[in-house]
């Protein structure tokens, strides 16, 4: 499968500033990723779905003016989350999807950690 | 459909048994699911897929069980071992594009 890396793999801040998150997808040529979110003991819910070259689009309750995405390149995407408050701390995962991949098999990054102080 | 925010069920076995884990999904026309292991503070990491034409597929150690009957899935792993030791998600795909929907995941404890 896809060899995909996420940086940073944590990353703490204070409530109010921006973070970003990239994914890389190192192996493979990613035309769509995707970008989910996790709770503690909860599951995986997905925020948004990128295309390379094309706006992201979002899933419901999900603010796009908050979780800036560009997926600029192949082999690259990014997630901002601006003006990051305590609630939005969690585990932020990406995973690709693209040619190579079979149907509709998705190929996860290891996920980075935020904590909002 | 929507996972909510609800404590994951729990799993414990002993070494050596077998596992069966369960999934009730929610899409009466996904057709094609997934099995995925997460560790802690790791992404989930792909198990084995069985599409909606077939009832059973079986990896190495794995066996998934999918009844379109009743939307629910099953993972069976043979001869558990500590290393299985995770969280378990299956996950659907519905038929609009290529977006998962996870379901709420099981912790599986193996006792050595």
């Known amino acids: 499968g896809a060899v995909v890396s996420q940086h940073p793999s944590w990353v703490i801040c204070k409530s109010g500033t921006s973070v970003k998150i990239e994914c890389r997808s190192l192996?493979?040529?990613?035309?769509?990723m995707f970008w989910y979110r996790q709770f503690p003991k909860q599951s995986l819910m997905l925020m948004a779905t990128s295309n390379e070259g094309s706006k992201a689009t979002y899933e419901q309750g999900v603010e796009k003016d908050k979780f800036l995405i560009n997926h600029a390149s192949l082999t690259l995407s990014t997630l901002t989350v601006t003006s990051a408050h305590p609630e939005d701390s969690s585990f932020y995962i990406c995973?690709?999807?693209?040619?190579?991949?079979?149907?509709?098999?998705?190929?996860f990054g290891p996920g980075t950690r935020l904590t909002v102080l | 459909g929507e996972n909510v925010g609800l404590h994951l069920p729990t799993l414990s076995v002993q070494e050596g048994d077998n596992s069966i884990i369960n999934c009730a999904y929610s899409?009466?026309?996904?057709?094609?699911f997934i099995w995925y292991k997460q560790e802690s503070g790791k992404g989930p990491q792909f198990i084995i897929d069985i599409r909606s034409n077939m009832d059973k597929r079986q990896g190495q150690r794995v066996t998934v069980l999918l009844n379109k009957t009743v939307k629910h899935l099953s993972l069976q792993i043979a001869a558990t071992q500590p290393g299985d030791s995770a969280v378990y998600f299956c996950a659907e795909n519905m038929e609009y594009g290529n977006k998962l929907v996870f379901g709420a995941g099981t912790i599986l404890r193996v006792k050595s």
């Open positions: 995973s690709v999807a693209g040619t190579r991949t079979s149907y509709n098999e998705q190929f």
């Open positions: 899409n009466s026309a996904s057709d094609y």
């Open positions: 192996d493979f040529q990613a035309t769509t």
